[in-house]
C-alpha cells in the first residue's frame, strides 16, 4: 500500500510542483507585496510595511471607477449571455436539419480574434466626420438621433462594452449548452409526454434540472470570466481606459504596473488581493446557492 502511495504520489509531482511554482508562490508574492509601502522595483526596497496600499487603492478615484465598471459588466453581461445562450441551444436542438452548420456559426466569434470583433465593434458604433456608422443609421431609420457610442456618454459606452462582451463569450456558452442537452436521458421526456405534460412543464420540470450543473458551471466561469476583462475595453477604447472612464480591475491593475501610471507593484498588489477576494467571495456565495438548486 505505502509503494502504492509513492507512486501516486511521484505521478502527482509534475502538477503539483507546476501549481507551485506559477500558481501558489506568486499568490503569496502578491499578498506580500501588497503591505509592502513604497516599494520600488529598481532598488528591491521598501519604505515599511502596513495597510497604506489598500487605503490608497480604495481611496483611488480610478479605482473606483474600474469597481464601477467591473461590477455593471458583471451584472448584466453574466445572466442576459447565460439566458440567451441556454435559449439559443434548446431552439438549435429541436432543429434537425442544419443543426451542425448552425452550431458552427454561433461558434465563430469564439475563435475569433478579440482584438479583431472589437475593430469591426467600433465601426459598427463609432461616429466619425464621415460616417455615423450602421448602428446609428439604423437608429436614425427609425426615428431616433446619432449616438457616438465609442467617444460619447458613460451610458453608450458601457451598452457597447456589454453587447461586445456578451456576443464574445456566448458562442463558448452555447456549445456547453447544446451538449448538455443532448445528454438528457430522452426516457423522461418520452413519460412526460405520455401524461400530457406542457412544454414549459417539460423545460422547467425536467430539462432545467437535468443540465442545472453545466448552468452552474458557466454562471461561475462567467463571474470570473467578467471580473477578469481587460481586452475587451482596450479593443473597443483603445489603452487609455482612464480617460474614456472604461477602465476596470484587472486593467486598473496593469495600468498600476506598466501603464501611464505604472511603476507602483504594491498598488497593484493590493488591488490583486482586493480582486481576489471579491471573486472568492462571490464564487463560495454561489457554492451555496447551488446546493439547494444544482441537482448532480
Not at 149 to 171: E, H, N, Q, R, S
Not at 187 to 202: E, L, P, Q, W
Not at 271 to 286: G, H, P, Q, R, S
Request: hydrophobic share 50%.
Amino acid at each position: 500500500m505505502e509503494k502504492r502511495n509513492f507512486k501516486a504520489w511521484l505521478y502527482l509531482l509534475p502538477a503539483i510542483v507546476f501549481l507551485g511554482v506559477f500558481m501558489v508562490y506568486p499568490l503569496i508574492d502578491v499578498f506580500i507585496y501588497s503591505f509592502e509601502e513604497g516599494y520600488n522595483f529598481a532598488s528591491q526596497t521598501y519604505f515599511g510595511t502596513g495597510t497604506y496600499n489598500y487605503s490608497y487603492v480604495l481611496r483611488d478615484p480610478y479605482f473606483l471607477q474600474a469597481i464601477k465598471n467591473t461590477f455593471i459588466l458583471v451584472i448584466v453581461t453574466v445572466p442576459l449571455s447565460t439566458g440567451l445562450a441556454l435559449l439559443i441551444s434548446v431552439a438549435l436542438s429541436s432543429v434537425k436539419p442544419l443543426r451542425n452548420l448552425y452550431q458552427t456559426v454561433y461558434f465563430l466569434p469564439y475563435v475569433t480574434n478579440t482584438l479583431a470583433v472589437g475593430l469591426v465593434f467600433m465601426i459598427l458604433f463609432k461616429k466619425t466626420p464621415y460616417t455615423d456608422g450602421l448602428i446609428n443609421l439604423v437608429l436614425n431609420w427609425f426615428g431616433g438621433s446619432s449616438v457616438d457610442f465609442i467617444d460619447g456618454p458613460y451610458w453608450a459606452k458601457m451598452f457597447v462594452l456589454c453587447v461586445y462582451t456578451i456576443w464574445v463569450v456566448m458562442p463558448f456558452k452555447i456549445l456547453i449548452l447544446t451538449s448538455a442537452l443532448a445528454s438528457v436521458d430522452q426516457t423522461y421526456y418520452n413519460a412526460a409526454r405520455v401524461d400530457g405534460t406542457s412544454k414549459f412543464r417539460i423545460f422547467t420540470r425536467i430539462t432545467l434540472p437535468m443540465i442545472s450543473p453545466m448552468l452552474f458551471y458557466l454562471i461561475i466561469t462567467g463571474f470570473i470570466g467578467a471580473f477578469k476583462a481587460y481586452s475587451d475595453a482596450v479593443a473597443l477604447f483603445g489603452t487609455n481606459l482612464n480617460a474614456a472612464e472604461m477602465n476596470t480591475i484587472v486593467g486598473y491593475i496593469y495600468d498600476m504596473l506598466y501603464g501611464d501610471s505604472g511603476g507602483y507593484p504594491s498598488y497593484a498588489s493590493a488591488a490583486a488581493v482586493i480582486l481576489f477576494v471579491i471573486v472568492l467571495t462571490i464564487t463560495c456565495i454561489n457554492l451555496l446557492v447551488s446546493k439547494k438548486h444544482v441537482h448532480y
